[in-house]
């Protein structure tokens, strides 16, 4: 589960002054659910998933991620997500199965349970024929896979998602999309940013629209249609940031 | 902090480095090679050029022939010169423009002179910043001392005397510096300057790549949400850089010590005389391999630093090149002949390692230099390590907010 609790994450920028990138959210995601994170580029997207990550620290207020608090256990909170991005890249240099080793034991697995960890991950996603190949020679398809390895090759239950499919072609898309539906059947806590409005309305069981650090609304479609009183996301979507 | 997260850091460091061809050219060819090269093919390309000019025939012009035609005939039969024509107001233009190597004027009164048993006068002109102009003045000189010392010899036969006669004194020089000091001597000057730079350039690539690489590629987001701690990720990218400026610095030292014991039993006298190393006893390279450890260690925090504040490589390029002149100078204090070790030097990174590795190739070991070099770099180095530690903790820095 993860539940932020007036997240808050303030910038001091010598040009623009204070930018209240991520400003008092609160939102809760159940495990099982899909929870997407809909907004402009700059709408504070990333900010507020890096803090769930905890790669940044909050300036004020915190969330829970799987039981543990972002700020006062960050180890264990680090230990129990995915983390996936449209831009994450992979060491050209290394093999594949070099790449996924190392995150292995650094999520603190060896020995057998590493091997038998890798074995799976890499049979579930098709990666063992070309585990082998240096990164660098793989194509974009087969490095995104290998970095979906990377997400999940410690099994954690929280995924965080932040425009997995940016930048990615249809086919590679698919991968990342199959990889979200698997997590939610297996029962895992899923956040899912994105700016596309069909990628949303396809995959997230509720939906927070977040612009300018804020969230505006949170709710299933359904729910988002009731309270604007229309009916595609795109046209809530625009009448609320909009406003 | 945890050792078991460092160690697979370290590990995985390591292994990208030794596949990276960029590091591995500064980290293990340039240090190997750069010592044979420069020892060997400078000294042989040096000689065979000064053989080659040696050999080469001189063009020259003689003033006041007509004064000393027996002299004339002689430098001429030597099969080194050529003569020319010149006239005198214009030799200098024509030196300048290499036209001819050197000009001799004898005085009008030079065969007289000589047999009254008077010194004759001659003068050599010739351009002392041209070897080759040099070379020909020494030739000439040399043939004219020759024929000078015949003439010496007819002379003092004619009154009985010998030529130990008009040289009753016979004083000669003894070096009584020890071996090890001797052979060191060429070493102390160069080996100091070049093990810094060895050691900042084969931190250079790996600091770069491990922290602005990094980050161009966008690897390091996903190193910062495992569990490894900041610390952790500090502490195994420092050590994989450190391990990457010692090793240079290691393989400079082994390099330098090989070529120049193959210097001396495999090549000329030349080569010998260029490597002048015959023993570097092993306390001197013990010394030198402990000296170098917090100076590796301060190089490999500062540019670890200083890179990760960069969003590229390229912008880390830009950070680091200067970093680069900061060492050359104070590296260069070994280079200074009669530049005196003060106390004050010793706070001066890198020259103070500069100085002591110095003395110690020369046999010299005054401990209680070396343990307080030791001790103040080992300060600045924890410094270095410490604002290292600082900057992988700060969120501005990594994500350039």
């Known amino acids: ?243 | 902090m945890q050792l078991r997260q460092i160690k697979n850091i370290y590990f995985k460091e390591m292994l990208d480095t030794l596949k990276d061809r960029r590091t591995l050219i500064s980290m293990v060819i340039i240090p190997i090679f750069i010592f044979p090269v420069l020892i060997f093919g400078m000294s042989s390309l040096v000689t065979s050029q000064a053989q080659k000019a040696e050999q080469k025939t001189k063009t020259i012009a003689i003033y006041g022939e007509e004064y000393a035609p027996q002299l004339t005939q002689h430098i001429l039969s030597q099969g080194k010169f050529t003569q020319i024509k010149l006239e005198k107001d214009s030799l200098e233009k024509a030196l300048s423009d290499k036209r001819l190597e050197a000009a001799i004027e004898f005085s009008f009164d030079f065969e007289e002179a000589l047999n009254q048993g008077d010194t004759a006068r001659a003068v050599i002109y010739y351009d002392q910043a041209e070897v080759k102009s040099e070379l020909a003045e020494s030739q000439l000189k040399t043939i004219v001392r020759k024929y000078e010392e015949q003439i010496v010899e007819v002379k003092l036969k004619a009154v009985n005397l010998s030529k130990e006669a008009i040289a009753p004194i016979r004083i000669a020089s003894r070096n009584l510096a020890p071996p090890a000091k001797m052979s060191g001597f060429l070493l102390s000057m160069f080996l100091p300057y070049m093990l810094m730079i060895l050691c900042m350039t084969g931190a250079m690539y790996p600091a770069m790549d491990l922290t602005a690489g990094e980050k161009e590629r966008g690897t390091l987001e996903t190193l910062l949400v495992t569990p490894a701690s900041r610390l952790d990720i500090a502490g195994g990218k420092f050590l994989a850089v450190l391990t990457a400026s010692f090793v240079t610095g290691v393989l400079g030292t082994a390099s330098m010590t090989i070529t120049s014991i193959l210097g001396v039993t495999r090549f000329g006298q030349e080569a010998q005389a260029a490597s002048a190393s015959l023993s570097i006893n092993p306390l001197s390279i013990i010394m030198v391999l402990l000296l170098i450890i917090p100076i590796a260690c301060l190089f490999s925090s500062l540019l670890l630093s200083l890179s990760l504040v960069a969003r590229s490589y390229k912008e880390a390029q830009s950070y680091v090149s200067p970093l680069m002149i900061v060492v050359i100078f104070p590296a260069f204090a070994s280079f200074l002949p009669g530049f005196e070790f003060q106390t004050i030097h010793t706070f001066i990174p890198i020259m103070n390692t500069s100085l002591v590795l110095k003395d110690v190739l020369l046999g010299t070991f005054q401990w209680n230099k070396i343990a307080l070099v030791f001790l103040v770099n080992a300060v600045y180095a924890g410094i270095g390590i410490f604002l290292a530690k600082r900057m992988f903790e700060k969120e501005s820095v990594l994500f350039r907010i």
Do not use: W
């Open chain 1, 1 to 243: 589960m993860i539940e932020a609790l007036s997240l808050t994450k303030h910038f001091q920028d010598k040009k623009r002054g204070l930018i209240k990138a991520v400003d008092q959210i609160n939102f809760i995601c159940h495990p099982g659910e899909i929870f997407g994170l809909l907004g402009l580029n700059g709408a504070g997207k990333t900010t507020a998933l890096r803090l769930l990550s905890t790669t940044l620290k909050p300036t004020s207020g915190t969330a829970k991620v799987a039981g543990f608090d972002i700020v006062k256990q960050p180890q264990e909170v680090k230990s129990r997500i995915g983390f996936l991005t449209g831009q994450t890249a992979l060491y050209p240099r290394l093999t594949a199965d070099e790449v996924i080793t190392y995150f292995c034991r650094l999520y603190g697995m060896n020995g057998q349970l590493l091997e038998k960890r890798k074995k799976v991950v890499f049979e579930t996603l098709g990666i063992t024929e070309f585990k082998d190949t240096k990164v660098d020679k793989l194509s974009t398809g087969m490095k995104q896979k290998v970095s979906i390895a990377r997400a999940i090759v410690h099994d954690p239950p929280v995924l965080i998602l932040d425009e997995p499919t940016v930048g990615l072609d249809v086919i590679t898309s698919r991968d990342v999309i199959d990889l979200v539906r698997d997590a939610k059947k297996q029962g895992k806590t899923v956040v899912f940013s994105t700016h596309r409005m069909e990628e949303a309305a396809k995959l997230c069981d509720r939906i927070a629209i977040i612009h300018k650090g804020r969230i505006l609304i949170t709710g299933t479609l359904s729910e988002l249609q009731t309270q604007t009183g229309l009916r595609e996301l795109e046209d809530i979507f625009v009448r609320l940031v909009g406003e």
